[in-house]
């Protein structure tokens, strides 16, 4: 046999071993995150809260209690969390939201949140439902739009002719 193909069985069978690592490693990821999932909804209760701000920030500049910023593993603590500062009852807090719920979020408002700890899972309005804010648009999405309208334009003055 050559050397390339060789080579290329080589390089082929790495990635195979690759491939077999990586599917048990996501599959143990899966069922640990499964059994915190389960843990956050054993112990989550629903509060009303005031939302005062909420930003993206690190987790030594969020004003969460030390032995919580103690307990975080060094790789994270570089890792920029969203952190929400919320009034529940008498009471100014610094929360842990979650990825999917943080931009839901609505800013100076009442909302009723599913809080499990110090980590927000649930938001709901507490006077009517939250808007959801409208994303940034990608490039290629304004560039399609721009595009559309010229050729609106264009038929609109083809028309008038």
Excluded: H
Excluded at 107 to 119: D, H, L
Excluded at 130 to 138: D, Q
């Amino acid at each position: 046999m050559s050397t390339l193909t060789i080579v290329l069985l080589v390089i082929l069978a790495i990635m195979i071993v690759g491939l077999i690592v990586l599917y048990f490693l996501g599959k143990k990821a899966e069922k640990r995150k499964a059994e915190q999932d389960e843990q956050l909804a054993a112990v989550a209760q629903t509060v009303t809260m005031l939302i005062i701000d909420k930003k993206r920030m690190r987790i030594k500049d969020s004003g969460l209690p030390q032995a919580v910023i103690d307990q975080t593993p060094k790789l994270m603590r570089r890792s920029k969390l969203p952190i929400v500062k919320a009034k529940v009852g008498p009471k100014v807090m610094s929360l842990i939201a979650d990825e999917a719920v943080f931009d839901l979020i609505p800013i100076k408002k009442e909302v009723k949140a599913t809080v499990s700890g110090i980590y927000i899972t649930k938001v709901t309005g507490v006077r009517g439902p939250l808007e959801k804010p409208e994303g940034k648009k990608s490039w290629r999405a304004r560039l399609k739009a721009k595009a559309d309208k010229a050729t609106a334009e264009l038929e609109k003055e083809k028309k008038n002719k």
